[in-house]
Nanobody, 121 residues
Framework: QVQLVESGGGLVQPGGSLRLSCVLS????????MGWYRQAPGKQRELVAV???????QYADSVKGRFTLSRDHATNTVYLQMSSLKPEDTAVYYC???????????????WGQGTQVTVSS
């Protein structure tokens, strides 16, 4: 029973900061990656910050230098620190994980329910 619980979304003014959190729980054999995607109204869901297979975080060009991904390995919690926020950052942000469930031979993708981030004055 894999579960992703997100928190930290809300309304913030341009130039402000926000930190999103996502806690993973369940029976897990192997955790491969945890990160964040986002989807703005009328737009495709896009990668925001996800580690690659070399454990190097890949950031969307639009957020480089402003967003930082971090992870607490002991608690399987991933964070997205967002700074210098812009109106175009407004979107639903989704926690993402790729893992192998306990007892499985295959990896699967899992998604959080999403948390709204609105950047507006």
């Amino acid at each position: 029973q894999v579960q992703l619980v997100e928190s930290g979304g809300g309304l913030v003014q341009p130039g402000g900061s926000l930190r999103l959190s996502c806690v993973l729980s369940g029976s897990i054999f192997r955790l491969n990656a945890m990160g964040w995607y986002r989807q703005a109204p009328g737009k495709q869901r896009e990668l925001v910050a996800v580690p690659d297979n070399r454990n190097i975080t890949q950031y969307a060009d639009s957020v480089k230098g402003r967003f930082t991904l971090s992870r607490d390995h002991a608690t399987n919690t991933v964070y997205l620190q967002m700074s210098s926020l812009k109106p175009e950052d407004t979107a639903v942000y989704y926690c993402y994980v790729n893992l192998v469930p306990l007892g499985s031979h295959y990896s699967d993708d899992y998604w959080g329910q999403g948390t709204q981030v609105t950047v507006s004055s």
